[in-house]
């Protein structure tokens, strides 16, 4: 199942589909736009030093979409991005795939690189 919303510069998703870098790139691509930047979190197999084989994602759908909304309008209100696109995998997701991708766009590559550091953890 995949649920999405979007507007003229912003699109999130929830989905229980693999994740493809492509689309979300394709998605933030425009004529006035110099650069883009993006950011893949993936399973990996380990966590404080026990194995891991896999991720298993719940979500309220709704509550998801809105919380990603909320994010782009604050990348949007903080860096001077063209536009943005979040997407977040519910379901298993197995070693080494996309949990969380995030692709933004902006006319130089200085803000677009920013929005990633900007949300470094």
Known sequence: MTKEQHGSNWYVEVTDQRLDICKYTQLVTDPGAGAISSFIGT???????????????????????SKLKELCDQVHQRWSVTKIAMAHRTGVVEVCEASVIIAVSSAHRKASLEVGKGYKS
């Open 43 to 65: 399973t990996r197999n380990n966590f404080q030093g026990k194995a891991v084989l896999r991720l298993e994602y719940e979500a309220h759908v709704p509550m998801a979409l």
